[in-house]
């Protein structure tokens, strides 16, 4: 009984036992369907967005995964100067780029540690390509060093650093001691802010672009276009195959019309510690022949991307070595208004051959008594010695009697107050003022107190040296203005402006300036030259008044501007040269450096004119003219 009892009981226990376990098969099974299924979704969804709802982007994605674009840089055009020798030229470097589609962010600190680059500046840079397509690279270094080559070498396999490529370029090679540096300009890579204006449209973030000078105004010649190679990788980045290599156009050379031997004659005779201009012009034609500004700076820190520290250093310094002084410095031109102020007295009436005033030092106008600056005063004089010893008394007469008006249309006739034109970026108008101007300008009426100043160069009147040169250019040859410029055959050169002017009185003007410099108390004796007629005018211009110097001695940047005019030969002029030292006192100073420049330019048309050597007999290297700066003291000789 006990026996049956317990057969039964252990019957129910493993029956329990199997149902349990065949429960527990039946959930094992049902998650197991249910995986299986969710897999199946997921591959069918990734199947439905990879061959139905975006093919074109995986498909993308999966050649850049085998073939690699690289940029193949277009050199820049060469500028040359007017005889064919070359002033900016390229030389052979290699360019370090991060290819963005293998670019891992953690990279960038040992990356830049490797090449002495500021991480944080590298980080950014990065930052500012997100939004560029993923093939666009990242140039992050130019010229690399024997050092950072062997970095790059030794670190860029896919194990290390895949997303490092070197590029092999040519960089911009500028002469030394920033010779031209401020009329040739300098390359940069385009910011932000310049992609957002319409001129730059056509380019895209990392491009190379001509930032100031020639290099900016001709970047579309100068530029070429970049071409491409498409080459297959595997997928430890090796290249195997070369798919399509479009080749590179090179930029247009450029043909200027400086002459570098007087622009080296120029550079030599402006001393290094000196601010302030040169300009030398052809009259005949508008070419500049030589453009000099001091101080200067070394366009090569620009052509492989400036360091902050020199950025902050060009810009930070007081006396702005990126201002490029001849077309760019307004300043009261002083004496050498002169000629134009004698030329509109003549022209319009005021004064003729007759004409005469007694200076005594000093006049009265207008309840106030200004001074002529020699204070024994000239006694009664006319219009040429006037000229020729720069009496202000004279001027102030003759500029009370003419009046604002007719004073600004004879300054504007001459190009005052207006750009020049010539081809260069950021040329500055000046002030010719006038009547109207000061209405326009500040809702006020013009006293005639203030023509008196106006009269001898100051006042409200700035030029710069470009429209100074021109002014007087213009009259030299009989009151013909050609448009300033530096490319031979400009697009942007304007036909010449011509102004129906009296020989007679156009003659009066030239033989007062031929005076000033070949005739006894004439205030530009520096500049003669035997053999040569040079005609010429000093100017020294106030900075501040002589209410505020009363009792006390002008000292530094309070000195006055020192200038000269000049142009040779008198009969037909051939060259005009302007010479602006800023607080440089006396325009006497000035005039040597006008006088050195007028000799080089007949002395080589002498020696060409003798045995007309070739150009590369004449002149064998820019760069070795660019060292004379530091080398060659004694080239600037006694007989200039």
């Given amino acids: 009984m006990n026996v049956q009892l317990d057969r039964e009981v252990e019957q129910l226990s493993g029956n329990r036992l199997l149902r349990e376990d065949v429960k527990f098969a039946s959930g094992k099974i049902a998650v197991f369907q249910y995986l299986a299924v969710g897999v199946f979704v997921f591959l069918i969804s990734g199947f439905w967005d990879l061959q139905v709802r975006n093919p074109t982007r995986y498909q993308e994605q999966a050649e850049q995964n085998s073939i690699k674009s690289v940029p193949v840089p277009a050199p820049r055009g060469k500028i040359l100067d007017r005889d064919g020798r070359v002033i900016v030229d390229n030389h052979d470097s290699y360019r370090l780029i991060l290819t963005r589609e293998n670019l891992k962010m953690e990279h960038l600190k040992p990356i830049a540690e490797g090449l002495n680059l500021n991480y944080d500046e590298l980080l950014a840079r990065v930052r500012r390509f997100q939004l560029q397509p993923k093939y666009v690279p990242i140039t992050i270094k130019e010229e690399l060093t024997p050092a950072e080559l062997s970095f790059v070498e030794s670190h860029r396999d896919p194990q290390t650093f895949p997303e490092m490529e070197l590029i092999h370029a040519q960089r911009r090679l500028y002469p030394k001691d920033g010779l031209a540096a401020n009329v040739i300009g300098y390359v940069g890579e385009v910011s932000e802010a310049e ?5 730059m449209a056509r380019y895209q973030q990392g491009d190379v672009i001509g930032k100031d000078g020639i290099e900016r105004q001709y970047n579309e010649r100068l530029m070429g276009v970049d ?3 498409r080459v297959t990788v595997d997928n430890l980045g090796n290249e195997h195959q070369v798919l399509e290599e479009k080749p590179s156009t090179p930029g247009k050379t450029l043909q200027t019309t400086l002459d570098l031997d007087l622009q080296v004659v120029a550079e030599l005779a402006m001393d290094q510690a000196r601010k302030g201009a040169v300009v030398a012009l052809d009259p005949r034609t508008g070419e500049v022949l030589a453009m000099v500004s001091r101080p200067n700076y070394d366009p090569n820190l620009f052509a492989a991307r400036i360091r902050t520290s020199d950025w902050k250093t060009l810009v930070n310094n007081p006396d702005h070595p990126l201002l490029n002084r001849t077309i760019q410095a307004q300043l009261a031109p002083g004496s050498t208004f002169k000629p134009i102020m004698a030329l509109a007295g003549l022209e319009s009436g005021a004064i003729d051959d007759d004409f005469k005033v007694h200076c005594s030092g000093g006049a009265s106008f207008y309840g106030h008594y200004h001074k002529c600056w020699r204070k024994q005063g000239h006694g009664s004089i006319e219009v040429h010695r006037a000229i020729r010893e720069s009496c202000d008394v004279f001027f102030y007469t003759v500029g009370n009697k003419m009046g604002i008006d007719t004073i600004a249309k ?5 190009g005052l107050g207006h750009r020049t034109g010539i081809d260069l970026p950021h040329e500055a108008e000046g002030i010719m003022p006038s009547t109207r101007w000061k209405q326009r300008l500040f809702r006020e009426k013009w006293y005639v107190g203030e023509t008196i100043s106006v009269a ?3 006042g409200a009147l700035t030029v710069t040296p470009l429209q100074l040169a021109s002014a007087i250019g213009g009259i030299a040859m009989g009151g013909i203005w050609h448009t300033p410029h530096m490319v031979k055959e400009s697009p942007a050169m304007q036909p010449a402006r011509k102004s129906d002017l009296n020989f007679e009185n156009v003659s009066k003007v030239i033989n007062g300036m031929y005076g000033v ?3 006894g ?3 530009g004796s520096s500049a003669r030259i035997p053999g040569i007629n040079v005609c010429g005018k000093t100017g020294s211009a106030q900075l501040v008044s002589n209410q505020y110097l009363a009792g006390r001695k002008a000292s530094g940047d309070q000195a006055d501007n020192g200038w000269f ?17 800023e607080n440089g006192v006396h325009g006497s100073a000035a005039a040597p450096i006008v006088r050195d420049v007028i000799k080089a330019y007949f002395d080589k048309k002498a020696r060409l004119g003798q045995s007309k050597p070739a150009i590369a007999q004449l002149t064998p290297s820019l760069f070795q003219f660019a060292s004379l700066t530091s080398r060659r003291p004694e080239f600037r000789t006694s007989g200039y």
């Fill in 565 to 581: 005019v000049g142009f040779a030969p008198k009969e037909a002029p051939e060259i005009v040269v302007v010479a602006l030292i």
């Fill in 456 to 458: 001898i160069g100051q």
């Fill in 410 to 414: 004879y300054g504007e006739m001459a």
């Fill in 195 to 199: 992609l957002d204006t319409p001129d």
């Fill in 227 to 229: 071409g491409q190679r």
């Fill in 517 to 519: 410099v070949n005739e």
């Fill in 521 to 523: 108390g004439g205030t």
